[in-house]
Every structure is written in structure tokens, then in C-alpha cells.
């Protein structure tokens, strides 16, 4: 795998479902599987095969670390990227999500012009491919 | 024979002067010269004789026999020849002597021809006149009756010379008796046997009596003798007088008459025996002075002297420092020991008050009298020439110590005199101002400060004994922790304290006490008297003596409890807050982007315009949320910062790679410039986010086309970043509120620029959490430039490229 094509993404808002998914799909030229709850990707996760597993950090039920705990389950998710997305600025919190093993945190308000290149950045940067 | 008669002349006019001084001319008839006359006339058988002074004109008769007349003119008198020799002159028939024949005396009434003078020769040698008979017969004298009347003239000079000397002791007698009436002094005198026989009018006066016949066992009592003390009455042997008539010389001998019904009299005596020329002891007098007046005047000035003493040596608050005349100190005391470091022994007789002043302030001084007086003025006239002019003399100084230390004092010179007014030396009275008024002042202020502090501050506060236990506290105290005051000082802290918190107030006690920290401040937990558990601030500071000596503790205690709760609310609120504004603020904004973005394909021209404002206003939501969140956190000190040794350069250019967009829209050039190698101690992202700030609101206050430059260069021990741009500047009214929170300038401008008001103020926090501060300059219509200044650190072998560079 030369690029990065497919991504799971968890998010209990439907409007930034949306948002994301175009910036993806449509800016980027990526493949998405959008979740909106941590349960239903653990379930789709190992048959949707992602690249980079792209969570939303506060959510109602499961959370984006338990989320991700749980992803841990069903498919070797050191072999992925995994991007936080977050709503909290707090460079605390965002110290607190690289232990979990994040390669990265976005936060939000994100651009969704220029999200799909970052993404892109951030796998290539994971995957040693960056130049 | 011109000098003959010149002797001649002087001779006589001796002779005139002791004839005047006999004073005998013109007096009465006086029975012992007539009964000479009278014995001349029978002894030598003669109608006449006479006693004949040769005066300038005449002759006068002291007595004569057988004449009425009682002078005749000198150019007839037989008796002018007679006293011009010693020997008798006897002229037996004047008609045949040639000097006396046509003598009117001897032609006419009473036709003398026989004449026998015998000069009066007195002791001093002069011939006053003589003893002479007459007759109207020539005739002989027999020898002996020349040789009885030369024994009666011989008489006669005796007689005239008696005269003298009972009249001179009959003036010494009248000139003694008032003197001795006329004396301020009292006298008292006894005769050859010791009976008193003389006071005078004041020893009468003094003693209330007489010299009375008395035993002298019975003088002190009589007298009213007492000695000097006024209480012992006076001994015999102590009595002056009989001291004087033993043989004594008495000196100053005091002694008090005390009369009933009079005030003490105090007299100094002074005596001695008297004898006659044969040294038999006539008698012994004795003069008393008066010297109750002075014996006062002594015993007040002894009083006011001892007064003076004390007062100047309690003094130790003032410095009092006497002269002589010349200025050398004759008088230092304790309070001018204190203030100078000398001692007295150092300077009294030794120095001038000139050692003791700074020779700047005297130069000073010298001029401004010197120009005043219109002459020069130096050294020790510098301190009493003003008041020798009776002028008051009032001036601050500055005084050198001892030790070379400096103490500001006001000086007051004053002149002393004797009573003539003269000068005999000046008095100099110091303070010390810096003790008098900065101590005691600022001690009277921090006391009632303190007072009014303790009694009303709204939090707890207590003062501590070293071990634990309450000295004193104030009303909030009692209340916080529910106490009555009486109880709570029976108590001690650690009673109150929760007993997980002890152990770290106590560490912090002993650091205080060893002086390791200065105060110290700690959340603690403690009981109040109902059980419940206080959340508080505690503040503790330690009292100590002025040796050092640690005297008690000052604590203040602030319940948090409610505060601590309100703090987890808000800080939950913004986070919840700040999270459920950013999701939908994401998907606004997301899909603004996109749209604008063209991602969804065109939108016609009218559209577009409206959803490019709702774009702006979206990103200025979210940098609002932004900011809010930052600040709260900055509040509330819960932002982390994270200090990492960096590069400045590649700091720098992320920061204009990251604003160049932002640039680019308000068509703003970015500008770097810097040529050395710096490096800072900052975290980066807070860094960016300080560049970020300044640089967007250079960025938006610069018109079109115009050009924002950083700038960084080496300053002291630190760097200076500055950010310049060109726009309107800011406003003077404005100025002062830059840095403070929701400060913005006016309406017009916020509408036009944007922003929360907040940039700058979380802006000048974050530098000041990485050790640095900012300030700015600007000139309206010019531009400003805002200037971070932080710590540097070099890093040795790096070199950053020189001059500027343009990004856009």
C-alpha cells in the first residue's frame, strides 16, 4: 500500500458526519466508513479494513480512547494511525491522547480543505514514506 | 640773684601753704596762746606782746597783749624780718635802725622802739611768725629773759602743732564714724579686754541690738549666731570676734544670723586684733558681708546646674554638644554619644562640631553667607554667626559618624552669654530627623495599620506563638470557625488542623523559623468547633525582633470552600462549554468552507458574498471559544507550559509561515529581520500563539499593500521581538488599557478589524509565563511596534543568517 485510501471514522455528530465525509470523499478522494457510535465500528472495523482510524474523543456510551481500547479487540491497531479529533485545546489533554498511542490530534473546528492532506501527511509521516 | 630770688620765692610760697595748712588764720582767741602773750609781757617787762603769723599781705595775731588791732600790713611788720632768720631779731631803738626809722609803725601811733621777735619754727622747718614783745621805750633784754622767751615761742610751736594734730584726729575720727555708718557692711569691734564696744548701724540692724556689756558665753545667743548651715548655733571659739580678739586673722569665716521674725542672713566675716605703736593689743574688729543673696543666687544655680545636667544626660534623644568660644566642644552628651559614635572623652577638648559635617554641605553653607553678608564666612563662624546676629539659627545637616555612617539631623544654635552679653560660648542641639521621623512615624503607621488591617480584614487572621497557640485573633476568624473568641485563644492550631495536613504545615514552620523562606502559603483543611470541614488559604509570615529573634507568626486564613467549588464548576462549565460550542461550530464552519471552497460546485455571485461573511464570523467564533478557553485557564494558572532551550529563527518563521494566509488576505507583506544567534527558553506552541496574535493584529491594522516586520535582536541579557506595523496606531486614550482583558479600541474600529479583546491580555500572560514582558510604542497615523522581551540563551557555534527576508 502506497497511499492512504480508507478510513474509519467515529463521531456521534451527524452535521460533522457530513462535513467530514465530503472533505474526504470529495475534496480528498478517500474512501470512508462514518460511525456514530464506538460499538458499531468495533463491529464493521476488521471487514471495512481501514488505513487510519479517525476518532472523536467525546461521545456519549463509549468514548474515543474506549473506543479505540475496544478496536484493539477485532484488528491490530499498531499497524494504523490513529488521529483524535477533539473539541478541547488543552495541549493537557492532547499530551494525555499521544500516550494512548495517537499519531495525531485534530482539533476542531477543523478546515475540511485541507483535512484530507493532512490525513495524507500524517499516515505517509507514520508509514516512514514521507519524504 | 635772679635764682635767689626765684628760691626765695618758692621757699615762701612753701611756707604759705604750710602756714594755710595749720588753718589757724582768723580763729578765735584761744586761752592757751593768751596766756603765752600775757607770761612774755611780764617776763620781759613789756607793754605789748604778741603771737604774729606772717600771711602773703599781713601779719595776724593769733593773740596779742597791749594792741587792739589783730593784723597789720606784712611791708610794716618787724616780724617779716624776724622769720627770715632762726635767731631772735631784737631791735633796740628803732629810730636808729635804719631798716624800721621811717617805719609809719615807728613815726606814728603806736611809736614802737623796742622790738624782740622769736621765730616759730616748725617741725617742718618753716617760719610761721614769731613770739615777739614791744615797747614804746628803747631798752635792753637781760639773757634770761630772751632765753624764757625763746621757751615760750618754742611752746607756742608746740602748741600750734597740737592744735594740727587734735584737729586732723578729730576729722579721721568724723571720717571713720561715717564710714563705718555708711558701710553695706556690718561691724562689730570689742576692746583690749574682749567687752564689745562698737557695731555700727548695720551690725545694729543685723543683730537687732547693741554692743552690750555681756559675758561672751552669751553672745551666740544674744546675737542670734548660728554657722553656715543656719541650723548649729555658733561655739564660742567659732565666734569671729573673739577669734580676732585671740590673736586670730579671720578669712571669709560664714556664718548666719537668724533674728526672730527675720529671714536667715547669711555673712561672710573678715577680722583682726588691732594694737597701738608699742604693739599692745588695743582691741579687734570684725566687718561682715552679705551674702544671703549670693549664697541663693549659688544654691539655685547649683539646682539649676544639676537640673541642666540631668536633663542633658537623659537627653540621649538629642545630641547636645556646647563650645567655648573658638568652637571647641566643651560639653558632649549621651544622646550626642549615640548619635555621633564618639564618646565624650574623644571630642571634648579636642574637636571642633566641624569634624562632625560633611565638607560639601560646609562649602554649600560658606558660599550662601558669604554671598549674604558680603564677606567671607568660614570654619566655625559657619554654625554661630547667624546667631550672634540674634538671628534664629535652624538648619538641617547631614552629620558623619565615627564609623563614617550618615544621619540627617536639624541643628539648633544658640549663643551663651555672660551678663555683659559678651559670648562665652554657643549651644548645639541636634536631632536625629531619619530616627525622629522615618522610624517612629513608620512604626506609629504600621502599628495602626496593622490594627485596623487585623481588626477588619475580611478574612481570618491570627497572630501564632512559636508554639502553636493563639496570641490574638480577629472577628472573621471566630467566625469562620465558629468559636468564641476567649475559647479559641485557649486553643491551638494543631487541634484544628486536619491532621493530613499537618506535617506540610509544619515543614513549611520550620523553614520560616531557620529563615529559609520568607512566608509561605498553602491550601490546609481545617475543623471548625461544630465538626464541619473548611477548605482554606492559608498565609503564614513570621514577626521577628530586631535582632532577628523570631517573635510570633502573623497567619491569615481564607475559607475556599465555596470559592473551591465555584473553581470545579466554572472549570467544568467551560470545558463542557467550550466543547459543545466547538461541534457545532465545526460543522458550520466545516461546511462553509466546503461550500466556499467550491467542493459542492458554483453558487451565484450573490451567495457567495453572504456565505463568505458567515465564514468570517464563524472563524471569529471560534477564535473567540478559543480565547476564552485560554483565558479561564490562564485565571484560574492551569495552563501548562512547557520550557524547552529553541532556536528563535525557526520559531519565527513558523510563525510568519503560519500567518501568511492570513497576510495574504488583508494583502500584507511579511517581513523577517534578525542576524544573530539567539536562542530563547520558551514553549513553542505558546510562542507561536503569542507571534500569532501580535502578528494578526499587525496584520489587521496594516492598510492594503503595506508591510509588517519582525524584527529580533540581542538586548542585554535578553532578545527583543519586535512586530511593526504601519497602520493608525492606536489611540493615546486607549493606550494605557492594551494589555487588559475585553479592551478594545473604538466601536468603529472593532466592527471593522474583529476580534474578542482578549488577544492581547492572554498574549502578555503567556510571555510573562515564559519569564518575559512586552511592552509597545505608536504614533498615531504611523504605526506601532509591540516588543516581546525574553531571557535569552546562546547557543555557541550557531549562526543564524543575516538582513531580511520577504515572505508572502
Same mark, same amino acid.
Given at each position: ?131 | 640773684?635772679?635764682? #635767689?630770688?626765684?628760691?626765695?620765692? &618758692? ?40 603771737? %604774729?603769723? !606772717? ?61 624782740? $621777735? ?31 622767751? #625763746? ?20 576729722? &579721721?575720727?568724723?571720717?571713720?564714724? %561715717? ?7 556690718? /561691724? ?12 555700727? %548701724? ?11 556689756? +555681756? ?88 539646682? =539649676?546646674?544639676?537640673? +541642666? ?5 537623659? %537627653?540621649?534623644? /538629642? ?68 546667631? &550672634? ?10 552629620? !558623619? ?20 552679653? #559678651? ?28 490594627? =485596623? ?19 490574638? /485573633? ?22 484544628? =488542623? ?65 470559592? &473551591? ?32 471552497? $467550491? ?121 527583543? *521581538? ?7 496606531? *492606536? ?28 488577544? +492581547? ?17 505608536? =504614533? ?29
Amino acid at each position: 500500500m502506497t497511499t492512504l485510501q480508507r478510513i474509519l471514522h467515529v463521531e456521534d455528530d451527524e452535521s460533522i458526519i457530513t462535513i467530514t465525509r465530503v472533505a474526504l470523499e470529495t475534496v480528498g478522494g478517500l474512501t470512508v466508513l462514518s460511525c456514530t457510535r464506538g460499538r458499531e465500528a468495533i463491529e464493521q472495523a476488521a471487514e471495512f479494513a481501514p488505513d487510519l482510524l479517525l476518532l472523536d474523543v467525546m461521545m456519549p456510551d463509549m468514548d474515543g480512547p474506549t473506543t479505540l481500547a475496544g478496536l484493539a479487540e477485532v484488528i491490530d491497531v499498531a499497524r494504523y494511525p490513529v488521529v483524535f479529533m477533539t473539541a478541547r485545546a488543552n495541549s493537557d489533554d492532547h499530551r494525555a491522547y499521544y500516550d494512548l498511542g495517537a499519531a495525531a490530534v485534530v482539533v476542531k473546528p477543523f478546515d475540511p480543505m485541507t483535512l484530507a492532506d493532512q490525513l495524507k501527511t500524517i499516515w505517509n509521516r507514520f508509514n516512514g514514506s514521507e519524504r | 640773684m635772679h635764682q #635767689e630770688n626765684g628760691d626765695i620765692d &618758692r621757699d615762701e610760697a612753701e611756707r604759705l601753704a604750710a602756714l594755710a595748712s595749720y588753718d589757724i588764720l582768723d580763729t578765735p582767741p584761744e586761752a592757751e596762746f593768751d596766756a603765752i602773750t600775757r607770761l612774755a609781757s611780764q617776763l620781759c617787762g613789756t607793754p605789748i606782746a604778741l603771737i %604774729s603769723l !606772717v600771711d602773703e599781705m599781713r601779719q595776724w595775731f593769733k593773740s596779742q597783749q597791749g594792741l587792739s588791732v589783730c593784723q597789720t600790713p606784712r611791708s610794716l611788720a618787724f616780724c617779716a624780718h624776724a622769720i627770715r632768720q632762726r635767731e631772735p631779731l631784737v631791735v633796740h631803738d628803732a629810730r636808729c635802725d635804719s631798716r624800721f626809722a621811717d617805719n609809719p609803725l615807728v613815726v606814728d601811733s603806736p611809736y614802737i622802739r623796742f622790738y624782740a $621777735g622769736i621765730p616759730l619754727e616748725m617741725e617742718s622747718g618753716h617760719r610761721l611768725g614769731t613770739l615777739c614783745v614791744i615797747d614804746r621805750q628803747p631798752r635792753e633784754l637781760e639773757p634770761a629773759q630772751l632765753r624764757s622767751l #625763746e621757751d615760750l615761742a618754742r611752746l607756742t610751736v608746740s602748741l600750734i602743732e597740737q592744735r594740727r594734730q587734735k584737729r586732723e584726729a578729730r576729722t &579721721r575720727h568724723a571720717l571713720l564714724d %561715717s564710714l563705718l555708718e555708711a558701710l553695706p557692711e556690718g /561691724v562689730v569691734a570689742c576692746d583690749d579686754r574682749g567687752e564689745l564696744s562698737f557695731f555700727n %548701724s548695720r551690725a545694729r540692724a543685723w543683730h537687732g541690738a547693741g554692743p552690750e556689756r +555681756l559675758p561672751p558665753e552669751q553672745w551666740s545667743r544674744r546675737f542670734d549666731l548660728f554657722e553656715a548651715d543656719g541650723r548649729t548655733p555658733l561655739p564660742l571659739e567659732r565666734i569671729p570676734l573673739r577669734r580676732a580678739w585671740a590673736g586670730e586673722t579671720v578669712r571669709d569665716q560664714e556664718l548666719c544670723i537668724r533674728v526672730p521674725d527675720q529671714p536667715p542672713r547669711f555673712v561672710a566675716c573678715n577680722g583682726r586684733a588691732f594694737f597701738d605703736d608699742h604693739g599692745e593689743r588695743l582691741g579687734a574688729v570684725v566687718g561682715m558681708h552679705d551674702i544671703t543673696q549670693r549664697k541663693r543666687a549659688e544654691r539655685e544655680i547649683a539646682e =539649676t546646674r544639676a537640673h +541642666l545636667q540631668a536633663v542633658i544626660d537623659a %537627653s540621649t534623644e /538629642v545630641a547636645i554638644i556646647s563650645t567655648d568660644r573658638r568652637g571647641l566642644i566643651t560639653l558632649f552628651n549621651p544622646g550626642a554619644e549615640r548619635l555621633l559614635g564618639y564618646t565624650a572623652d574623644e571630642v571634648v577638648g579636642q574637636l571642633t562640631p566641624l569634624a562632625f559635617h560633611r565638607p560639601d554641605e560646609l562649602e554649600q553653607r560658606a558660599a550662601e553667607l558669604s554671598r549674604e553678608l558680603d564677606r567671607p564666612v568660614y570654619g566655625f563662624d559657619l554654625f554661630v554667626l547667624t546667631p &550672634r546676629l540674634g538671628r534664629p539659627e535652624n538648619r538641617d545637616w547631614t552629620y !558623619v559618624r565615627r564609623d563614617g555612617g550618615q544621619r540627617r539631623v536639624r541643628l539648633v544654635v544658640s549663643v551663651m552669654q555672660d551678663d555683659a552679653g #559678651e559670648p562665652i560660648g554657643y549651644l548645639g542641639m541636634a536631632l536625629d530627623l531619619s530616627r525622629l521621623y522615618a522610624v517612629e512615624e513608620a512604626l506609629r503607621l504600621s502599628e495602626a495599620q496593622f490594627r =485596623t488591617a487585623f481588626d477588619t480584614a475580611p478574612q481570618g487572621m491570627a497572630l501564632v506563638s512559636l508554639e502553636g497557640a493563639f496570641i490574638e /485573633v480577629n472577628r472573621t476568624l471566630c467566625e469562620m470557625w465558629e468559636y468564641e473568641r476567649e475559647v479559641l485563644l485557649k486553643t491551638d492550631f494543631q487541634t484544628l =488542623t486536619h491532621p493530613d495536613d499537618l506535617a506540610a504545615d509544619l515543614t513549611q514552620v520550620g523553614q520560616l523559623i531557620s529563615g529559609e523562606i520568607p512566608y509561605y502559603q498553602m491550601p490546609k483543611r481545617y475543623f471548625t468547633r461544630t465538626g464541619r470541614l473548611l477548605c482554606c488559604q492559608l498565609s503564614v509570615s513570621l514577626v521577628r525582633d530586631g535582632q532577628g529573634r523570631p517573635q510570633y507568626f502573623v497567619s491569615q486564613i481564607q475559607d475556599i470552600t465555596e470559592q &473551591r467549588q465555584l473553581e470545579r464548576l466554572k472549570s467544568e462549565f467551560v470545558a463542557v462549554a467550550s466543547h459543545e460550542l466547538r461541534t457545532p461550530l465545526t460543522s458550520i464552519k466545516g461546511a462553509l468552507d466546503l461550500v466556499n471552497g $467550491g467542493v459542492i460546485g458554483a453558487v451565484p455571485e450573490s451567495v457567495e458574498e453572504m456565505l463568505r461573511v458567515a465564514q468570517r464570523n464563524a472563524e471569529r467564533l471560534g477564535q473567540l471559544i478559543d480565547d476564552l478557553l485560554d483565558w479561564e485557564k490562564l485565571a484560574a494558572d492551569k495552563l501548562a507550559f512547557d520550557l524547552q532551550r529553541h532556536a528563535l529563527r525557526p520559531l519565527l518563521e513558523d510563525a510568519l509561515d503560519s500567518n501568511l494566509g492570513y497576510a495574504e488576505r488583508f494583502g500584507v507583506v511579511l517581513v523577517l529581520q534578525g542576524d544573530e544567534s539567539v536562542a530563547v527558553e520558551v514553549d513553542a506552541l505558546r510562542f507561536a500563539q503569542v507571534m500569532a496574535n501580535l502578528l494578526s493584529n499587525a496584520i489587521k491594522f496594516s492598510p492594503r499593500g503595506g508591510t509588517v516586520t519582525v524584527r529580533y535582536r540581542r538586548h542585554d541579557a535578553g532578545v527583543c *521581538i519586535e512586530v511593526e506595523d504601519h497602520g493608525d496606531g *492606536i489611540p493615546e486614550a486607549f493606550r494605557e488599557r492594551v494589555f487588559q482583558h475585553f479592551a478594545q479600541a473604538e466601536a468603529g474600529t472593532t466592527r471593522r478589524r474583529g476580534g474578542t479583546g482578549l488577544g +492581547l491580555a492572554i498574549t502578555k500572560q503567556l510571555v510573562e509565563h515564559m519569564h518575559g514582558c512586552i511592552d509597545f510604542a505608536s =504614533t498615531l497615523g504611523q504605526g506601532s511596534v509591540f516588543r516581546v522581551w525574553l531571557p535569552a540563551v546562546l547557543r555557541s557555534g550557531e549562526r543564524l543568517e543575516n538582513g531580511g527576508e520577504a515572505r508572502r
